[in-house]
């Protein structure tokens, strides 16, 4: 089983619509995650942090559950330039993994007109 | 300028040659990395080093060696190149410390093509 795992997608949605995805990792002891956001044959760079009590930026939507340990992105008003591929990353735990970000094969994200 | 760079961005080489992919950063972080990405397989860790003088084996560094010449130089090397290893390589670095110092700046990518 990986580490993060992510539905690859596509999700091709319109202009305006809310669409959600989700992540799930197999370290109950992993204490950071993140989602970061990349273009086509770009780098990675980061969206966002994801809280325990779950945080918003602007359209953007992060909720972390422990229990089901699965961490959630929500876009609202879809726009165009969010055509993306969105990677879930979480921090390493453990002696071997401290200081590394797994990340997940990404979820492709394609808003049309 | 990016304060993430990496040379060369596209590369084209044949099987068995040595090949150098060259990353340096002015962020002034002391800990750097290098990762590939496959299609449909995410990024995967190859080398990081934590400080001049710390280089540490990611989850597949075989057929990968790396160098850390300075705190804003992380080099990685193919000593000789193979087919597989054709793919999307970027180099990252992040500050010392935890929580959000996590976070990993990326360079633009060095697209390498083995034939």
């Known amino acids: 089983r990986k580490e993060v795992e992510q539905d690859p997608g596509p999700f091709n949605v319109p202009e305006g619509a809310t669409v959600a995805f989700n992540c799930t990792y197999s370290?109950?002891?992993?204490?950071?995650f993140f989602w970061y956001r990349q273009d086509c044959r770009k780098e990675p760079k980061l969206l966002m942090s994801?809280?325990?009590s779950g945080n918003e930026d602007g359209r953007f939507t992060a909720q972390l559950n422990r229990a089901s340990q699965y961490i959630s992105l929500l876009i609202r008003d879809s726009k165009l330039s969010d055509s993306a591929t969105y990677l879930c990353?979480?921090?390493?735990?453990?002696?071997?993994?401290?200081?590394?970000?797994?990340f997940g094969q990404g979820t492709t994200l394609q808003v049309k007109p | 300028d990016a304060d993430v760079t990496q040379t060369p961005r596209n590369r084209i080489t044949k099987t068995g040659k040595r090949i150098m992919l060259e990353c340096s950063q002015t962020k002034g972080h002391d800990r750097m990395y290098w990762y590939r990405q496959d299609p449909g397989l995410g990024l995967q860790l190859i080398y990081y080093s934590f400080d001049v003088k710390d280089i540490n084996k990611g989850e597949i560094s075989d057929g990968y060696s790396v160098s850390r010449q300075a705190q804003a130089k992380f080099s990685l090397s193919l000593e000789s190149a193979i087919p597989n290893q054709t793919a999307l390589y970027f180099c990252a670095t992040s500050p010392r410390g935890t929580g959000t110092y996590n976070e990993q700046f990326f360079g633009p990518g060095t697209r390498l093509t083995v034939l």
């Open positions: 990353v979480v921090l390493g735990s453990g002696s071997s993994n401290t200081g590394k970000l797994i």
């Open positions: 994801v809280y325990s």
């Open positions: 370290n109950s002891a992993s204490q950071s």
